[in-house]
Each structure stands twice: as C-alpha cells, then as structure tokens.
C-alpha cells in the first residue's frame, strides 16, 4: 500500500475529528488558560513562579498516575463500547474509581501532613518552599474531586462522547482563572490573596467540575451513568483480569511521572531562576503538545473501537495514518514556536537570565517537537489503544530511567551545566524511545484483543 492511500479513508478522518477535535480544543483551552494563569502569578515575581510551579510538581505527578489507571481503563471501555457490551463496562469504570480515589486519598494525605519535606526535594530555597507548601496544602482538596471527574471523562470519550466532558472543562477552566484573577490581585469584590489565590480558585473549579459531569452523565442517561449499586459491586475474577494488563500502565505512567519530577528536581537545584525558566517554557510545552494530544486520545479509541470489532488490519492502518499526521503536523507546530519566543516571553516579569534561560530551552523544545508527537501517537496511542500495555511501559516508564534522568543529573550535579544543555540531555530519551517503537508497530504484535478476555 502507498502512503498517499492511508489518507484516502474518510471514515477515518471523519471519526478522528470527531473525537480528537474536541479534545484538542478542551486541552488548548486548558494550556492556555493555565498559560494565562502562569502570567498572571509571574506578575508577583520568579519566587512566586517557582513555589507555583513547585507544589504543580506534586499535582502532576498525582494527575499522570490517574491517567495511567483511567487510560488503562478506556483500553478496555474503548473495545467493549466496540462490542456494546454495556455491563462490562461499567464494571471497568468502577474499578478505575476505586484505585484512583485510593490515589487521591494517599496524595492528599500527604500534601496536608509533609508538604514542606516534599518540596524541599526540589529546593533549597526557604521562600519558596514556604509559599509552595501554603499552595499545596490548599489546591491539595481537589484531589478526591479531580479523581472522579477524570474516571468519568476518560470512559465517557472511549464510548465517543467527547463533547460533554470538554463543555464541562473549558466551562470549569473558564471559572478558574476568572477566580485566579480575582483573588490573585483582589479584584471583582475579591479579597487579594496572591499566589494562594490561584489554588483557591483551582479548588472552587475542580468542585464545581466534578458535579457538573455527574449531573449531566446521569441526566443525559449516558451509557457511563452505572447505578450505585454497579459502582460498589465486588468482582474479584473479572477484577484480575482487568488488573492484568492496566497495572502496567498505571506503573508506566507512575514511573514516568516520577522521571519527569526528578528532572525537574534537577532544574530547581540547579537554581531559582532555572526552574522559573523550565515552568514558563512548560505552559509553552502544553499549549504546543494540545493537538498532539487530541491526536494520541482519538488514536487510542479509534484502534480500540476497530480490534473490538475485530478489525486488526483497519487497526493497523489508523494507527499509520495517525502517525504520520502527527509527525508533519509537530514541523509546522515547530517552526511556529521559534517564532512566537521573544513575543511570549515578554509577557513575564522576571529577571534576564530567566528569559535568557527559557529562550534557549524553546528551541530545543521545537525542535525535538515532532520525535515527541510521534512517540505520543505511538505508545499512547496505538500501543495502548491494541493492549500492548507491557512494550508500552518499557518504552515510557524504564528508558526515562534507564537513561534520562541519569544524564540528568551527570549534566546538572556533575559537570554543572546550564539548564538548557541539560535539557538537551534529557531529549536523548526521546530519541531512544523514537528508534524503538518503529519497528514494534510495523511488526503488528501491538494488536491484542482485551474486550475478549472480559466478555464471558
């Protein structure tokens, strides 16, 4: 087959803007406003950036760990809404709740308890640590919230309702920095809380989300909308078989998660000003990453609805074209960055070297966008969208180890280097990752069908 043909399916094009388009948006609009909302608290200064930016570190390290039980979750969901097998799915939903409000508790127990030993692994600066523990402890509440929230939305779009969650979240994040404004700087009858207004605000919101998608799911009798007595219905066999192939990618996305936070351990030792660099160009990252994300999520269902109909070879192909879309796509988004640096980083309030710092680590970041967006739609999106949970987790959860962050802190504790290069060390996993995943996903061993081992 020429590779012109992989584009010639409609279907395929009309069901990935179906899904991934609202999702790209839903996540554009939240990197933009969480962009929005870095500048805003960037206007109180590099110590208030990086205490933001600190106790975030807690928070996404929490939120992948919940995505790796939720994603592992609509593995399942996304193959058994393909065979409509309506009481499966519900059962997977219920497990996914449960482990990922077990995680919310652990993290919120420990963001209340020790949350200034928990940044002072990141920093030594006691400002910092003293305003990031204050963060942390309030926007910490959202947890058990942001943990339902997520289960619902993940299931909810591997059944192709894309729509309801993404109202839901741009309405939520619309709210949060609408609060962020003005409790940050006590405006619009608010009270002027600073930083710790944008945590407060974060709180209010992830609230106010969380019964929102629940109303409407269960109003709009959504195919998720599992009675009580589903959700709390124990199924120790069926809870196996389940397990099996989503712990891996639950452990993927935790270490992963955990190799992320020690490059960022890295940055901040290496100074204020370089982590204050690395969270400006992160809201960057995010914005630039949105499309690619939408991309990797329509991947994941559109591979998991076609082997649940039992179409490997469709499968293969959406997975080809996905691919090769996001590939080009990352060039144009690339060259789109280098572009946009000086007017972007213009907008902070923070000293030359930050800037400085940041402008350096963007072209990096473009120019390594595309490996990124292809292992993405890869590992995310087909190897998880076919099962292939374990070659997954090496990819994203050991070589991130195996390698990353051991160049990391070479680069940053050894031979003391600038944090650009050492974020230029870092890509080398990227490119390992890149190397590897080809040749799995041309040999189709990626392709397993899990519906079926549930559906007895």
Not at 6 to 33: A, C
Not at 51 to 76: E, K, T
Not at 111 to 121: D, G, H
Request: glycine share 8%; charged share 15%.
């Amino acid at each position: 087959m020429r590779v012109i043909d992989l584009y010639r399916d409609r279907e395929y094009f009309r069901q990935l803007l179906k899904i991934g388009l609202p999702i790209t948006f839903q996540q554009f609009v939240f990197s933009l406003l969480n962009m929005v909302g870095v500048v805003m608290i960037g206007q109180k200064g590099e110590v208030a950036v990086a205490a933001a930016g600190l106790a975030n570190q807690v928070y996404f390290l929490y939120s992948l760990i919940l995505f790796g039980i939720a994603s592992g979750a609509a593995m399942f969901t996304a193959q058994l809404w393909g065979k409509r097998d309506i009481p499966n799915l519900r059962k997977v939903l219920s497990l996914s709740l449960t482990l990922s409000l077990a995680v919310a508790l652990i993290f919120l127990g420990l963001a209340q308890l020790i949350p200034v030993q928990i940044l002072e692994l990141f920093s030594e600066d006691t400002q910092v640590i003293t305003l990031g523990s204050q963060y942390l402890r309030l926007f910490s509440g959202s947890f058990v919230f942001f943990a339902i929230t997520f289960s619902y939305a993940l299931v909810l779009r591997s059944t192709g309702d894309v729509k309801m969650p993404m109202a839901v979240s741009v309405s939520a994040l619309s709210l949060n920095v609408l609060l962020s404004f003005g409790l940050i700087f006590g405006k619009l009858g608010l009270p002027e809380m600073g930083v710790l207004g944008a945590a407060l605000a974060l709180l209010i919101s992830r609230i106010v989300e969380c019964i929102t998608l629940l109303a409407l799911t269960y109003y709009k009798r959504s195919p998720v909308a599992a009675a009580l007595r589903e959700l709390l219905q124990f199924d120790p066999h069926f809870m196996v078989k389940v397990l099996k192939p989503v712990l891996p990618v639950a452990l993927n996305e935790l270490l992963w998660a955990a190799g992320i936070t020690a490059y960022n351990v890295v940055y901040a030792r290496i100074s204020t000003e370089a982590i204050a660099a690395m969270n400006i160009v992160s809201t960057v990252d995010n914005l630039a990453l949105t499309l690619f994300i939408g991309i990797t999520n329509a991947t994941t269902v559109l591979v998991g609805n076609r082997i649940g109909a039992g179409e490997d070879e469709e499968a293969f192909r959406y997975g080809a074209r996905s691919t090769g879309l996001s590939t080009v796509l990352a060039l144009l988004v690339g060259g789109l960055i280098l572009l946009a640096r000086n007017p972007v980083l213009a907008l902070y309030k923070v000293s030359p070297d930050v800037i400085q710092y940041a402008h350096r680590v963007m072209l990096i970041l473009a120019s390594f966008l595309w490996v990124r967006a292809q292992n993405m739609t890869l590992i995310v999106g087909a190897f998880r969208g076919g099962g292939d949970t374990r070659f997954a987790l090496f990819l994203d959860g050991f070589i991130i180890w195996m390698l990353g962050v051991p160049l990391a802190f070479l680069g940053g504790f050894v031979f003391h280097l600038p944090v650009y290069w050492v974020y230029l060390l870092v890509m080398s996993e990227e490119a390992t990752k890149y190397i590897l995943s080809l040749p799995r996903f041309f040999s189709r061993k990626w392709i397993h069908d899990l519906a079926q081992t549930v559906s007895v």
